[in-house]
């Protein structure tokens, strides 16, 4: 009886594994169309499609800033035919901020690898001086009433980013949350708010035109896309978080369907239009194996903890 049970579950398992490897793939994305992380999973799944031999499509599920489409993925069943392209904030900046959040981006997800890596930027308006961060710093000091930045949501990375910057500064700034990049970009124009942090595709259109200034990037190095942007280390500013895109499947997913997707996405990502098309959104393509993603997200949620700690915001 214990020897037919035993080759009952490994049949399963067995099972299992081949519908993932011949079941249609959904690439969940808690966002609308048309933004970045909805435009990086598009073009992953055009190209995944022809190593798996199967269909991926995608889904997306907006709403409560990524959270819904998490809980989606934290109850899918571990098969790899539901899986999801998630950027930094909803894996390392959320669980920090929101009580109300319902699974451990450690215990209730299965990394299945990174996708991206981008920077993010710090834009002044037209009415704001500065042309380079050191400008910047004395300008605040000068004029306190004026020392405001806004980003696209509270509790967000351009928020925490602000916050980063204060601290490494030490100079007061006041934050402005805006309901979305949008808003913040046309409060930019007009002046409601001196500098705004978002990703540089938020910014990039009118930093070309010359109506905004992206005047830092973080990261370790320049970005290939905004070459004539230096970063806030150049700057003298001690800031060079990168955030990213991710993909994550389900909890107790097997490592064959882990292996078997992580494998085509890593060749999805060294494919050159592919490349050319995610740095034109200020993306780095950037593949990489499952265990190194388990790492980033843990060096991460670490590194993050102090900022989001001392900004003392907490969110429902």
């Known amino acids: ?40 999973a598009r073009l992953l799944a055009d190209k995944m499609k022809d190593t798996l031999g199967v269909s991926v499509l995608v889904e997306n599920k907006p709403g409560a800033g990524g959270r819904i489409a998490a809980q989606m993925i934290k109850e899918a069943a571990p098969d790899g035919n539901t899986v999801m392209v998630v950027p930094f904030a909803v894996m390392v900046v959320q669980p920090m901020v929101f009580k109300s959040i319902k699974y451990d981006t450690t215990k209730d997800f299965t990394p299945i690898g990174n996708a991206t890596t981008f920077p993010l930027a710090l834009a002044a308006g037209p009415g704001t001086p500065a042309k380079d961060m050191k400008e910047l710093i004395t300008w605040f000091k000068a004029n306190p009433g004026k020392a405001n930045f806004g980003s696209p949501a509270a509790g967000s990375m351009p928020h925490f980013m602000g916050e980063m910057l204060a601290d490494a500064a030490k100079i007061k700034l006041t934050h402005v949350a805006y309901q979305g990049g949008a808003p913040l970009v046309n409060d930019l124009l007009g002046g409601q708010v001196p500098i705004g942090f978002d990703t540089p595709a938020e910014f990039a259109e009118y930093h070309k035109a010359g109506k905004l200034r992206i005047l830092a990037l973080s990261g370790a190095q320049r970005n290939p896309t905004f070459p004539g942007v230096p970063t806030f280390k150049e700057q003298g500013i001690d800031i060079d978080a990168l955030a990213w895109f991710g993909v994550f499947g389900p909890p107790n997913m097997p490592k064959a369907t882990v292996d078997k997707l992580n494998a085509s996405l890593q060749a999805a990502l060294k494919s050159p239009d592919l490349v050319e098309r995610l740095a034109g959104l200020g993306l780095t393509a950037a593949p990489g194996s499952a265990d190194e993603m388990t790492k980033r997200l843990a060096g991460d949620k670490q590194a993050w903890s102090g900022p989001i700690k001392n900004s003392g915001f907490q969110a429902d």
Request: glycine share 12%; charged share 10%.
């Open 1 to 40: 009886m214990k020897l037919k049970l035993s080759l009952i579950g490994m049949a399963l398992a067995f099972s299992q594994t081949l519908f993932a490897q011949t079941g249609p793939v959904r690439l969940v994305v808690g966002f609308p169309p048309g933004g970045s992380a909805d435009t990086t």
